[in-house]
C-alpha cells in the first residue's frame, strides 16, 4: 500500500535540542516538501526538493536544515535556532504535475 | 503565486449540497486549481482537481467559470463527516503552491 510515513506521530523536544523529523514515501515521487502548521492556521512551506541532492528554502526555512540523499526520504531537523518549534509538520510529496500527497503529520511540542 | 481568498467558515446541514467558493484573481495560464480536506491532526487529502469548466468524481464538483478569477466547490449531500477545513490552492503542480487558512466547514444535524 503506497504512500506517505511520518514518524513519530508526537515529538517532545527539550531547550537547546535538534531534532529531526522523518519523512519516506514509496509513490516513487520526485518531489518531496515539508510544511509547517500552527493552531488555526493553514500550512506554510519549509523546504522543498525536485530531485535527488537538491532542495530549496521555503518561505520559513530558517531554523530548519533538511537532507534528500535518497528519492524516498526527506528528513527535517529543527534545530535549536529554530525559537517557536512547537507546531504540527506535514510531509508532502509529488510527481510531474500531480497534485501533492500529504502524510499524517508529527507534532512537536517543547518540555 | 496566485493568492486565493475563500470564506472563513460556513455551516450546513446533514443532506444538503454545500458550495464553497473561492476567488483567484492573478491565476495563471498553466495553473491549475486543487481542492484539500483537512481534518483535525491528519494531512491534507486531495478531493479535485480541475483546469477549466466542470469536474465532478466520486466526492466533490468543481466549477470553473471561463475567466478562471473564481472557482466552486461543490459537496452534494453532506454529511456530518464532512466537517473539516478545505483549502483552495492555485499552481502549476510543479512549484511550490500557497495554502492559505482555508474554509472551515461545520456540518449540523
Known amino acids: 500500500d503506497g504512500g506517505i510515513t511520518q514518524s513519530p506521530k508526537y515529538l517532545f523536544r527539550k531547550e537547546g535540542q535538534n531534532v529531526t523529523l522523518s519523512c519516506e514515501q514509496n509513490?516513487?515521487?520526485?518531489?518531496m516538501y515539508w510544511y509547517r502548521q500552527d493552531p488555526g492556521q493553514g500550512l506554510r512551506l519549509i523546504y522543498y526538493?525536485?530531485?535527488?541532492?537538491?532542495?530549496q528554502k521555503g518561505d520559513i526555512a530558517e531554523g530548519y536544515s533538511v537532507s534528500r540523499e535518497k528519492k524516498e526520504s526527506f528528513p527535517l531537523t529543527v534545530t535549536s535556532a529554530q525559537k517557536n518549534p512547537t507546531a504540527f509538520y506535514l510531509c508532502?510529496?509529488?510527481?510531474?504535475?500531480?497534485?501533492?500527497?500529504f502524510g499524517d503529520g508529527t507534532r512537536l511540542s517543547i518540555l | 503565486l496566485a493568492k486565493t481568498t475563500q470564506p472563513i467558515s460556513m455551516d450546513s446541514y446533514e443532506g444538503q449540497e454545500v458550495n464553497i467558493t473561492c476567488s483567484h484573481n492573478n491565476i495563471a495560464t498553466n495553473d491549475y486549481i486543487t481542492w484539500y480536506q483537512q481534518f483535525p491532526s491528519q494531512g491534507p487529502r486531495f478531493i479535485i482537481q480541475g483546469y477549466k469548466t466542470k469536474v465532478t468524481n466520486e466526492v466533490a464538483s468543481l466549477f470553473i467559470p471561463a475567466d478562471r478569477k473564481s472557482s466552486t466547490l461543490s459537496l452534494p449531500r453532506v454529511s456530518l463527516s464532512d466537517t473539516a477545513v478545505y483549502y483552495c490552492?492555485?499552481?502549476?503542480?510543479?512549484?511550490?503552491?500557497?495554502f492559505g487558512k482555508g474554509t472551515r466547514l461545520h456540518i449540523l444535524p
Open positions: 508532502a510529496s509529488s510527481i510531474e504535475d500531480r497534485p501533492q500527497h
Open positions: 526538493s525536485q530531485i535527488v541532492n537538491d532542495f
Open positions: 490552492l492555485v499552481g502549476d503542480n510543479r512549484d511550490k503552491i500557497i
Open positions: 509513490l516513487n515521487h520526485d518531489a
